[in-house]
T-cell receptor, first 114, second 114 residues
Framework: DTGVSQDPRHKITKRGQNVTFRCDPI?????LYWYRQTLGQGPEFLTY????????KSRLLSDRFSAERPKGSFSTLEIQRTEQGDSAMYLC????????????FGPGTRLTVL | SQKIEQNSEALNIQEGKTATLTCNYT??????LQWYRQDPGRGPVFLLL?????KEKRKERLKVTFDTTLKQSLFHITASQPADSATYLC?????????????FGRGTQLTVWP
């Protein structure tokens, strides 16, 4: 399968714990994006990378959130001191660097904070 | 930023009819407007994009129009089938400092009944 993959698919954690998600993009793509989606809403942009450089961050990305893409391939999204409001689907997408920027999404990681 | 409104949360039509979904935005006209399909528990899947200088785009049974004067896009599925049942998301590309991100509407849930 050459699509975007995410791990884990589901994560249940207790409030205050740290969690880390992984995304493996389509190998030829140099851009990688993280979005958050809650029930009944569209995806909300969190951050994106071009190769290993983090080029843009949303104000949604509080100090408890950090993302990395150390070698310009896979990426990790860490949430520290999780809160119940962090419960959501976390989506990763990748794309080529081109003007029209159509994005290819992974299946998402469903986070539940108890 | 952009505020995006998609006509109704749910649209129910009979098989064989044409489904028409609406996407309205309030701020600047994007260089590109995209439509995605999302099935429950899965990531969005790219369907079509249209440039700001294009009036209409077609792909098989899908048609998208883009009116920058009205700040509106219409998405049509002709000869609809039950397999077309899903949530359809409108997405706009950012401009300037937000060029890398997509702004999504909350989606319209389409149900096609036999």
């Amino acid at each position: 399968d050459t699509g975007v993959s995410q791990d884990p698919r589901h994560k249940i954690t207790k409030r205050g714990q740290n969690v880390t998600f992984r995304c493996d993009p389509i190998s030829e793509h140099n851009r990688l994006y993280w979005y958050r989606q809650t029930l009944g809403q569209g995806p909300e942009f969190l951050t994106y990378f071009q190769n290993e450089a983090q080029l843009e961050k949303s104000r949604l990305l509080s100090d408890r959130f950090s993302a990395e893409r150390p070698k310009g391939s896979f990426s990790t999204l860490e949430i520290q001191r999780t809160e119940q409001g962090d419960s959501a689907m976390y989506l990763c997408a990748s794309s080529f660097k081109r003007e029209q920027n159509e994005q290819f999404f992974g299946p998402g990681t469903r986070l539940t904070v108890l | 930023s952009q505020k995006i409104e998609q006509n109704s949360e749910a649209l129910n039509i009979q098989e064989g009819k044409t489904a028409t979904l609406t996407c309205n935005y309030t701020n600047y006209s994007p260089a590109y407007l995209q439509w995605y399909r999302q099935d429950p528990g899965r990531g969005p899947v790219f369907l079509l994009l249209i440039r700001e200088n294009e009036k209409e785009k077609r792909k098989e049974r899908l048609k998208v129009t883009f009116d920058t004067t009205l700040k509106q896009s219409l998405f049509h599925i002709t000869a609809s089938q039950p397999a077309d049942s899903a949530t359809y998301l409108c997405a706009l590309l950012g401009r300037g400092s937000t060029l890398g991100r997509l702004y999504f509407g909350r989606g319209t849930q389409l149900t096609v009944w036999p």
